[in-house]
């Protein structure tokens, strides 16, 4: 699969103040709100967001994401994907990289060409930001680059520790191989925290 030019930002902050057409809510599979991520998009939100999802919803499967208006965000919209519960078993991983699959699916469906993710399962749900960073940035890129359509995907992380480890699953993922004298030269440009990332 040839690269496209792939648009990942990296940044720390508050993703309810994200500017992006879209954010991503880490939500339960019963979208009734919570604490984290969660709690914040509802509290900022409004009420308009959870009134959209008793509406058209009954809940979302673990691993699938659900598109509602963005209420009082500056966002547009916002997808609700559902991350696992971490358990250490491998049905974890891929769980978690459909969350993010789904959610970019939606962005697609609807035209959305900015959003904005949170770290997904991180929190509350456990799973170890070491692992799960380099599925969110892997099944991301990989999908940007069939679809280029989507011009920025912006991951907006709570903290330095979260930070770091997207950005180090990132420069792992795009780092070329030690060249050699007979490996020619295949530089790429990785520009994060906040900037652009072109590969």
């Known amino acids: 699969m040839k690269d496209s030019c792939v648009k990942i930002e990296f940044v720390k902050g508050d993703i309810t103040e994200a ?4 954010i991503g809510n880490a939500a339960n599979s019963r979208l009734a ?3 984290g991520v969660d709690g914040a998009v509802h509290r900022k939100g409004g ?6 999802l008793k509406k058209k919803y009954r809940g979302c499967p673990t ?14 919209y ?3 994907a559902v991350g696992p519960v971490y358990s250490g078993k491998s049905k974890d ?19 959305i060409r900015s959003i904005s993710f949170p770290s997904i399962s991180t929190g509350v749900y456990g799973y170890p930001v070491e ?8 099944t991301t890129r990989n999908y940007l680059n069939q679809h280029p359509e989507i011009e920025l995907v912006r991951f907006v992380l709570f903290d330095d520790r979260t930070l770091q480890a997207y950005q180090e699953a990132y ?3 795009v780092s070329p191989p030690l060249e050699t004298p007979s490996q020619p030269s295949n530089k790429k440009e990785l520009r994060t925290h906040g900037h652009r990332v072109k590969v």
């Open 78 to 80: 916002v997808i609700h």
């Open 131 to 138: 692992k799960a960073a380099p599925i969110a940035v892997n």
């Open 63 to 76: 691993g699938n994401a659900v598109i509602t208006s963005g209420g009082k965000l500056k966002a547009k």
């Open 47 to 52: 009420p308009d967001i959870m009134k959209e």
């Open 19 to 22: 500017d992006t057409e879209a």
């Open 33 to 35: 709100g919570g604490g």
């Open 171 to 173: 420069s792992s993922l």
């Open 93 to 111: 991983a891929e769980l978690l990289a459909n969350a993010y699959r789904s959610s970019l699916k939606l962005c697609t469906k609807h035209g």
